[in-house]
């Protein structure tokens, strides 16, 4: 083969490559809601029966054949059935869907004497974004809490003022397939970011939610400043107790010289 040829090859194999991906359906759907998957094959095949497998496990969810009619797995009885019944042009629906439900989808085709000829279909499933944020101060230092519920995962980013921080991260995978990531942020001597804003950007389904607060300007909230002003409240008051009580016993006194 020459060098052109070559060449020539390779763009065609990536070519057909981009063709294929785009075939692949890629569709989108909520924790709980409804997906139909189809599958069209076209030409003339003498096709006896089609069968419905999730691509990773290699589970067969459902077939169809005149002979057999439908079959519906054990484990998917109820909530999935053919909702187009042809040989060559089949559709099956999923309810109430889970994130168990997410990936991929194979039809088969059993075709005499090809053999069994294969389709793809994916698609995704997502619970919408809820998300959170809020801080404490103790001692003078702020921790300020971010948690984003959704599927699939989320990712937390801070916007915060310049000032030596640390994060944490934990993500929690709930019993129903859904994920809790909680982001937290330190900072020592709060007094810093007072009256200033920290954001929490949370990006899920490539679009990005921001979450807001205002720290509280409150430094005389925190306890040590709290005591300290209660201290010099209680010098003040006695002070000025003192100074009324000599300052009267003076005029008494000068009183009782003078008469
Ligand atoms: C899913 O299908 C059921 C039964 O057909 C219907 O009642 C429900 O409204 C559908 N849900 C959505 C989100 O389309
Ligand atoms: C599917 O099969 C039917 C009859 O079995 C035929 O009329 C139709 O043209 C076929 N469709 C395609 C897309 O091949
Ligand atoms: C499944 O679909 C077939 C064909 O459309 C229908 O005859 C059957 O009643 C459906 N089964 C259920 C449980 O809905
Ligand atoms: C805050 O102070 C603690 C205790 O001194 C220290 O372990 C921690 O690293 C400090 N954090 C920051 C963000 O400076
Ligand atoms: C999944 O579980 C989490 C935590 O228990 C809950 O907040 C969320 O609403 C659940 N999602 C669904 C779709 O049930
Ligand atoms: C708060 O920050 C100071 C340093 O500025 C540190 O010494 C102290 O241990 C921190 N307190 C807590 C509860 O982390």
Request: glycine share 6%; hydrophobic share 40%; charged share 20%.
């Amino acid at each position: 083969m020459t060098c052109q040829g070559l060449i020539l090859t390779v763009v065609f194999v990536m070519l057909c490559r981009a063709e294929a991906d785009t075939v692949i359906q890629k569709k989108v759907v909520e924790v709980g809601g409804n997906v139909t998957l189809s599958c069209l094959l076209m030409g003339s095949y003498d096709i006896l029966q089609v069968t419905w497998q999730k691509t990773n496990t290699r589970e067969n969810l459902a077939t169809y054949s005149v002979s057999k009619g439908v079959t519906v797995a054990e484990t998917y009885r109820g909530r999935l059935n053919f909702t187009r019944l042809s040989l060559n042009d089949t559709a099956i629906t999923l309810w109430r869907v889970g994130i168990q439900d997410d990936g991929c989808y194979k039809c088969l085709f059993n075709t005499f004497p090809t053999g069994a000829i294969p389709q793809d279909t994916c698609f995704t499933v997502y619970e919408q974004l809820r998300g959170s944020l809020h801080y404490i101060i103790s001692e003078g230092n702020l921790t300020a809490t971010c948690s984003a519920n959704a599927w699939p995962r989320p990712v937390i980013s801070w916007i915060v003022p310049k000032a030596q921080s640390e994060k944490t991260e934990e993500v929690v995978t709930h019993p129903n397939g859904t994920l809790s990531v909680i982001s937290k942020l330190y900072v020592n001597r709060s007094t810093s970011l007072a009256g200033q804003l920290l954001i929490c950007r949370v990006r899920h389904m490539e679009k990005d939610r921001d979450y807001s607060v205002k720290v509280e300007d409150g430094w005389w909230f925190s306890v040590p400043w709290l005591l300290a002003t209660a201290a010099l409240l209680i010098v003040f008051v006695v002070l000025v107790l003192t100074v009324v009580c000599w300052r009267r016993r003076r005029k008494k006194q000068s009183e009782s010289k003078a008469s």
